[in-house]
């Protein structure tokens, strides 16, 4: 297993509040949020994790210091959204399963241990407790994904989209063809997610 974390955006409805910082320097309990992640990654076995920063990139390389990680860099993260990110770490996207998280995720260990035990693919992760105050919401009845969207509204709403997603090593290339396909058809100033849907879409 294998993780790619998204830590490009500015992130401006936070970052405000941080003094202008990358959300995903944020302290918890005197550890930045990233480091944290990095370090709860390698706790469950994964160490070939990578970042792709843009926005204050010296500020998250220091709040990993010491970790082993590699980076990619958007030099165009002002005016892209996270699909340029992932497509600037595509050579990251291959090789094994892989996880693609948001770096301003907080994910407790024992929520990291249940995804990392997901065996399906690919699986995008919610949280069924929060419905009408999601920020993006899903609707997957049964367990699979129908509607997704910060408009969907009552019985349309199943849970919120965390920002974690995995997939199966047989997936990468499909995900990787499109992905390529949208950056060459200058959709760039969409989600990452949006691969997905539109891969998922495309399915028999």
């Known amino acids: 297993m294998k993780c790619l974390i998204l830590a490009a955006g500015r992130g401006t409805r936070i970052s405000r509040y941080l003094g202008g910082a990358p959300k995903c320097t944020v302290d918890i309990a005197g550890v930045p949020l990233i480091r944290r992640t990095v370090q709860a990654l390698n706790r469950e076995g994964v160490h070939d994790i990578?970042?792709?920063?843009?926005?204050?990139?010296?500020?998250?390389?220091?709040?990993?210091?010491?970790?082993q990680v590699q980076y990619f860099?958007?030099?165009?993260?002002?005016?892209?959204?996270?699909i340029a990110s992932c497509w600037f770490a595509r050579d990251f996207l291959t090789g094994d399963?892989?996880?693609?998280?948001?770096?301003?995720?907080?994910?407790?260990?024992a929520?990291?241990?249940?995804?990392?035990?997901?065996?399906?693919?690919?699986?995008?992760f919610?949280?069924?407790?929060?419905?009408?105050?999601?920020?993006?919401?899903?609707?997957y009845p049964n367990g699979l994904l129908?509607?997704?969207?910060?408009?969907?509204?009552?019985?349309?709403i199943t849970?919120?989209?965390?920002?974690?997603?995995?997939?199966?090593?047989?997936?990468?290339?499909?995900?990787?063809?499109?992905?390529?396909?949208?950056?060459?058809?200058?959709?760039?100033s969409v989600w990452w997610e949006n691969v997905l849907y539109e891969n998922l879409d495309r399915r028999p």
């Open 50 to 67: 990578a970042l792709c920063v843009g926005y204050q990139q010296e500020s998250i390389r220091q709040a990993l210091e010491g970790l």
């Open 73 to 82: 860099f958007n030099p165009f993260y002002d005016v892209t959204n996270s």
């Open 97 to 109: 399963d892989l996880m693609v998280m948001n770096g301003d995720v907080f994910l407790e260990d």
């Open 111 to 124: 929520l990291l241990s249940r995804i990392m035990a997901e065996k399906r693919s690919p699986v995008m």
């Open 126 to 139: 919610a949280d069924p407790s929060r419905r009408e105050e999601a920020d993006y919401k899903f609707f």
């Open 146 to 156: 129908e509607k997704y969207g910060k408009e969907l509204t009552g019985d349309d």
């Open 159 to 188: 849970g919120e989209y965390v920002g974690v997603a995995k997939f199966h090593k047989d997936e990468m290339p499909a995900f990787r063809n499109h992905l390529e396909e949208m950056i060459m058809e200058s959709r760039h």
